[in-house]
């Protein structure tokens, strides 16, 4: 079957604009999970849903980034006044539920450049 | 705190020749680790947990509470083996964000 597939798989944005990135995870899934990797660093964890609610938003940087999942399924990643330092790889990884560790799947990312 | 630490960014070693890439961790607790890879053009994935202890592709890794470390091994290296590896751990219970190293490019010479 598909693997995770994230839109677009580029992105490129002025200063101060909106984006919404969207990801799509494997069927069945019931966790999805964000991250976002900068140039020469490892992945950096974001957001991560349970369903339709955001089970642990610890990692989002500030209010200017909000992720929903309104049906369990997709989800979008939304960045109002995007700023330069929001220049990175989005990362979307989706797994089966909890109570134990289930491997996450992850998508090929969206590169974010902001002018 | 939860961190991960891959002291090396860049390993470069000859075909045939063994391989660690090093990983050490700091978590208040028991985490699981793990090692993701990602090839050329590739998307990032899975290549193998402690709580399995498998070998994959020829690679190992051993637990160490005492050094709270991870690191990965293989005896023998191939070229196929070149690629960005990362550490990473999580907790073992409830949710299970991933908490990665910064990566190591490791490069098999032939």
């Known amino acids: 079957g598909a693997g995770v597939s994230q839109t677009p798989s580029n992105k490129v944005t002025e200063k101060g604009k909106y984006v919404e990135l969207r990801c799509d995870p494997i069927?069945?899934?019931?966790?999805l999970y964000w991250y976002r990797q900068s140039l020469g660093q490892g992945p950096e964890f974001l957001i991560y849903f349970q369903g339709t609610g955001a089970a642990d938003d610890s990692g989002l940087p500030n209010d200017r980034f909000f992720a929903v999942r309104p049906e369990g399924s997709v989800s979008t990643l939304k960045i109002q006044r995007t700023e330069r330092g929001d220049s990175a790889v989005y990362l979307c990884a989706s797994s089966f539920g909890t109570g134990g560790y289930n491997e996450q799947f992850f998508g090929p990312g969206t590169r974010l450049t902001v002018l | 705190a939860q961190r991960v630490t891959q002291p090396e960014k860049l390993l470069s070693v000859f075909k045939g020749a063994p391989v660690e890439l090093k990983c050490n961790y700091s978590?208040?607790?028991?985490?699981?680790l793990f090692w993701y890879v990602q090839y050329s053009r590739q998307r990032l994935q899975l290549l193998l947990r402690h709580i399995s202890r498998e070998s994959i592709k020829g690679f190992t890794a051993d637990l160490n509470k005492g050094e709270t470390s991870f690191h990965l091994k293989k005896p023998f290296a191939q070229e196929e083996d070149s690629a960005m590896y990362y550490c990473?751990?999580?907790?073992?219970?409830?949710?299970?964000?991933?908490?990665f190293g910064q990566g190591t490019r490791l490069t098999i010479n032939p």
């Open positions: 990473a751990l999580s907790g073992r219970r409830g949710a299970q964000k991933l908490v």
């Open positions: 978590y208040s607790g028991s985490p699981e």
């Open positions: 069927s069945g899934h019931t966790a």
